[in-house]
Protein backbone atom coordinates (compact mmCIF):
# COMPACT_ATOMS: atom_id res chain seq x y z
CA UNK A 1 0.00 0.00 0.00
CA UNK A 2 1.50 3.58 -0.97
CA UNK A 3 2.07 5.80 1.58
CA UNK A 4 1.08 9.92 1.22
CA UNK A 5 3.05 11.50 4.31
CA UNK A 6 5.62 13.40 2.72
CA UNK A 7 4.68 16.53 0.19
CA UNK A 8 7.08 14.38 -2.55
CA UNK A 9 4.91 11.25 -1.87
CA UNK A 10 1.72 13.62 -2.22
CA UNK A 11 2.44 15.57 -5.34
CA UNK A 12 3.40 12.72 -7.14
CA UNK A 13 0.18 11.05 -6.30
CA UNK A 14 -1.43 14.23 -7.42
CA UNK A 15 -0.18 14.13 -10.76
CA UNK A 16 -0.72 11.06 -11.49
CA UNK A 17 -2.79 9.42 -14.29
CA UNK A 18 -4.85 7.64 -12.13
CA UNK A 19 -5.93 10.61 -9.48
CA UNK A 20 -6.44 12.60 -12.25
CA UNK A 21 -9.22 10.02 -13.83
CA UNK A 22 -10.67 10.05 -10.91
CA UNK A 23 -10.98 13.52 -10.07
CA UNK A 24 -12.65 14.19 -13.51
CA UNK A 25 -14.94 11.27 -12.45
CA UNK A 26 -16.21 13.03 -9.76
CA UNK A 27 -16.15 16.43 -11.23
CA UNK A 28 -18.94 15.12 -13.53
CA UNK A 29 -20.71 12.89 -10.76
CA UNK A 30 -20.69 16.37 -8.64
CA UNK A 31 -22.00 18.55 -11.74
CA UNK A 32 -19.14 20.56 -11.48
CA UNK A 33 -20.74 21.62 -8.23
CA UNK A 34 -19.16 22.96 -4.68
CA UNK A 35 -21.36 20.33 -2.34
CA UNK A 36 -20.58 22.26 0.86
CA UNK A 37 -21.91 25.90 -0.59
CA UNK A 38 -24.81 23.15 -1.99
CA UNK A 39 -25.28 21.96 2.04
CA UNK A 40 -25.62 25.90 2.54
CA UNK A 41 -28.10 26.65 0.51
CA UNK A 42 -25.73 28.01 -1.90
CA UNK A 43 -24.39 27.52 -5.83
CA UNK A 44 -21.19 27.36 -7.21
CA UNK A 45 -20.21 25.89 -10.53
CA UNK A 46 -17.56 26.86 -12.59
CA UNK A 47 -17.44 24.60 -16.01
CA UNK A 48 -14.22 23.12 -17.17
CA UNK A 49 -12.49 25.75 -19.17
CA UNK A 50 -8.49 24.56 -19.40
CA UNK A 51 -7.64 28.22 -20.23
CA UNK A 52 -8.85 29.03 -16.64
CA UNK A 53 -6.93 28.80 -13.14
CA UNK A 54 -8.50 25.70 -11.42
CA UNK A 55 -11.54 27.12 -8.95
CA UNK A 56 -12.74 23.44 -8.54
CA UNK A 57 -10.86 20.75 -6.45
CA UNK A 58 -11.62 17.43 -5.84
CA UNK A 59 -11.12 17.38 -1.88
CA UNK A 60 -10.69 13.52 0.09
CA UNK A 61 -13.51 13.10 2.59
CA UNK A 62 -11.11 11.06 4.61
CA UNK A 63 -7.58 12.58 3.81
CA UNK A 64 -5.05 10.23 1.83
CA UNK A 65 -2.06 10.38 4.64
CA UNK A 66 -4.75 8.98 7.34
CA UNK A 67 -6.46 6.40 4.94
CA UNK A 68 -4.22 5.80 1.94
CA UNK A 69 -6.55 2.99 0.66
CA UNK A 70 -8.85 5.10 0.12
CA UNK A 71 -7.22 7.66 -2.18
CA UNK A 72 -8.23 6.43 -5.70
CA UNK A 73 -11.99 6.03 -3.98
CA UNK A 74 -14.96 8.03 -5.49
CA UNK A 75 -16.68 7.94 -2.35
CA UNK A 76 -14.16 9.44 -0.62
CA UNK A 77 -13.97 12.35 -2.79
CA UNK A 78 -16.29 15.38 -3.05
CA UNK A 79 -16.25 19.16 -5.14
CA UNK A 80 -15.52 22.07 -3.64
CA UNK A 81 -14.64 25.41 -4.08
CA UNK A 82 -11.25 26.53 -3.23
CA UNK A 83 -13.15 28.83 -0.47
CA UNK A 84 -14.60 25.85 0.88
CA UNK A 85 -11.11 23.65 0.49
CA UNK A 86 -9.54 26.17 2.24
CA UNK A 87 -11.93 26.99 4.83
CA UNK A 88 -11.82 23.12 5.31
CA UNK A 89 -8.49 22.81 5.99
CA UNK A 90 -7.65 26.26 8.04
CA UNK A 91 -6.02 27.50 5.48
CA UNK A 92 -6.36 31.73 5.13
CA UNK A 93 -4.59 32.49 2.85
CA UNK A 94 -7.19 34.98 1.74
CA UNK A 95 -6.83 37.44 4.89
CA UNK A 96 -6.21 41.03 4.27
CA UNK A 97 -2.87 42.45 5.88
CA UNK A 98 -3.19 44.01 9.27
CA UNK A 99 -1.73 47.63 8.98
CA UNK A 100 1.89 48.21 10.67
CA UNK A 101 0.18 51.40 11.83
CA UNK A 102 -2.33 53.14 13.27
CA UNK A 103 -1.75 56.61 13.97
CA UNK A 104 -2.13 58.88 10.92
CA UNK A 105 0.67 60.10 8.44
CA UNK A 106 1.43 63.42 7.61
Known sequence: MAEYKTKEQKRKFYKS???????????IRDNYEC????RQGKVY????DPNKHKRLDVDHIKEI???????L???????LCVRC???KHDRFWLRKKQAKWDDEKW
Open 73 to 79: NEDNCET
Open 35 to 38: QECK
Open 17 to 27: HAWQEVRQRVL
Open 45 to 48: TDYH
Open 65 to 71: YTHPHLA
Open 85 to 87: HND
